[in-house]
C-alpha cells in the first residue's frame, strides 16, 4: 500500500541577510508525520483557492503547522502592540485549506497557530495575548522550552482527542502567547489548561478535525504514549477505512 500523502502548510521568510526568501516548515513536523506512516508534502503560504481545490483531490489530509499570529482583522479585532506581525499569505492560504478540506471532507490536524487559524478559518475569535488578557499562575509563552512539559490539562471524557489520546489527564509543552478566545460554530472544546485557557478544540461532526494548542512533535526528549497516538489517529483517519 502507497504512503497516505498529507499536505503540511508553511510559512515563508522576507529576504534578509542578503538571502532570497524561502519557505520553511519544522523539521519536527516532519518527522513526525513519517513517523506516523504518512508521506509529507510541503503547500507553499502563497496558493490561490483554485489551486487548493485541485491539491485537496490529491492529498489524504491536512497538517496546519505552527507560526505567526493570525491577522486580528480576520477575525474583526484591532492589532494589539504584543501581536506578531501577521503574513497575510500564508493567512489566506490556510484558510482556504480549511474550506477545502471541509468540502472535501478531509482529516485535519492543527497543531497551535493551526488550532487558531482553524477556529478563525470557521468564524472564531482569538485572544491576541494570554499574559494581558487572561493573566493567570500559568506561563503559555514558554517557547524557551520545546521539549519540556509545563502545564496539565484536562482533557474532555467522549471527546476524540480522548479516544486518540487513550487519557484524560497528561501534560504538555506550551508554546503560545494566543489561544481561542470564542469557538468557530461546529467546534467544542476537548481540553482544557488548569487555568481554563482552551488547549484543544475539534469538530462536533462526522468530519474529523483535531487541533491541539500545544506541540507533539516537540516532545521527544520524554516522550509519553499520547503524544505519538494524536498523530496515529490522524494517520489512522488519512488511511480511511481498513
Ligand atoms: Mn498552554
Not at 506512516?37 to 503547522?65: F, Q, Y
Not at 477575525?75 to 503574513?87: D, K, L, N, P, V
Not at 497575510?88 to 490556510?94: L, Y
Not at 491576541?128 to 514558554?142: C, F, G, K, N, Y
Request: glycine content about 8%; charged content about 20%; hydrophobic content about 45%.
Amino acid at each position: 500500500m502507497p504512503l497516505p500523502v498529507v499536505a503540511l502548510s508553511s510559512s515563508s521568510s522576507s529576504p534578509t541577510g542578503g538571502k532570497p526568501p524561502f519557505v520553511r516548515v519544522n523539521d519536527a513536523y516532519v518527522r513526525a508525520v513519517q513517523g506516523a506512516g504518512l508521506l509529507p508534502v510541503v503547500v507553499p503560504p502563497s496558493l490561490s483557492a483554485a489551486d487548493e481545490r485541485t491539491l485537496i483531490d490529491s492529498v489524504a489530509g491536512i497538517v496546519l503547522t505552527g507560526g505567526e499570529d493570525v491577522e486580528p482583522a480576520r477575525y474583526g479585532a484591532t492589532r494589539f502592540a504584543t501581536t506578531e506581525t501577521s503574513h497575510a499569505g500564508r493567512d489566506a492560504t490556510e484558510i482556504a485549506l480549511v474550506h477545502a478540506a471541509r468540502d472535501a471532507q478531509r482529516p485535519v490536524l492543527a497543531i497551535c497557530r493551526g488550532l487558531q487559524l482553524l477556529n478563525v478559518a470557521l468564524g472564531g475569535t482569538l485572544v491576541q495575548d494570554l499574559a494581558t488578557e487572561r493573566p493567570s499562575a500559568i506561563s503559555h509563552p514558554r517557547s524557551d522550552l520545546r521539549s519540556t512539559r509545563v502545564h496539565g490539562l484536562s482533557i474532555s471524557a467522549g471527546s476524540r482527542l480522548a479516544a486518540a489520546a487513550d487519557s484524560l489527564v497528561f501534560d504538555v509543552n506550551s508554546l503560545h502567547h494566543q489561544a481561542i478566545d470564542a469557538l468557530a460554530p461546529g467546534l467544542r472544546a476537548s481540553a482544557h489548561a488548569p487555568d481554563g485557557v482552551i488547549e484543544a478544540a475539534e469538530t462536533t461532526d462526522a468530519w474529523w478535525v483535531l487541533g491541539v494548542q500545544w506541540h507533539p512533535e516537540e516532545l521527544v526528549d520524554d516522550p509519553q504514549p499520547w503524544d505519538r497516538a494524536i498523530f496515529a489517529a490522524f494517520a489512522a483517519q488519512c488511511r480511511g477505512p481498513a
